[in-house]
């Protein structure tokens, strides 16, 4: 009897081939708490955007999958998944991985990270002006300290 597609496409090499690249490292240590994906500010507006999802996917060996989606892309790097994970797995940096692997075998244009980046670049640049726009008006407004200020507006994001 043949095998389901989906199980001929498995490749069980592929979280070796992750975790031998650095940053990758961690990836098996992963018991699939979720605790990434509820702190993750991605998941939280998209839900098709799951990182223990993506770490069983790997595990599991579906490389093809993993590494022609979008969600790889969608990550922000924003690091949160790493600091809050109780295994260190340190998802961030593998998902650094899976976009290099992804370039390097041909899934994505090679030129798509540098676009992505200087997207990146740029919203970063209105996010401060936001902020310090923020900071001048209350500064205007009140007797508050821009220290306290910004305080607020940390515990506030
Ligand atoms: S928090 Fe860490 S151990 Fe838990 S699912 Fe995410 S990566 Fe795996
Ligand atoms: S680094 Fe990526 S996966 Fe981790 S919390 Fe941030 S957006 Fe989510």
Known sequence: MALPKFLNELNPGFKYEVAEKPGGGHIKSCFACGVCTGGCPVAEIDD?????????????????????????????????????????????????????????????????????????????????????SAVEKRKEESKVTPKEMLKEIVEKS
Do not use: H
């Not at 993506?54 to 998944?81: A, H, P, Q």
């Not at 109780?86 to 990270?113: H, I, N």
């Open 48 to 132: 098709r955007y799951d990182p223990r999802k993506i770490i069983r996917m790997i595990m599991l060996g579906m490389k093809e999958r993993v590494l022609s989606s979008d969600f790889i892309w969608l990550c922000s790097l924003c690091n949160t998944c790493s600091f809050i994970c109780p295994q260190d797995v340190r998802f961030s940096e593998a998902m650094e991985v899976l976009r290099e692997m992804a370039v390097k075998e041909g899934f994505v244009d090679p030129s798509f990270p540098k676009t992505l980046k200087s997207i990146e670049s740029f919203i970063q640049t209105v996010r401060d002006k936001m902020v310090t």
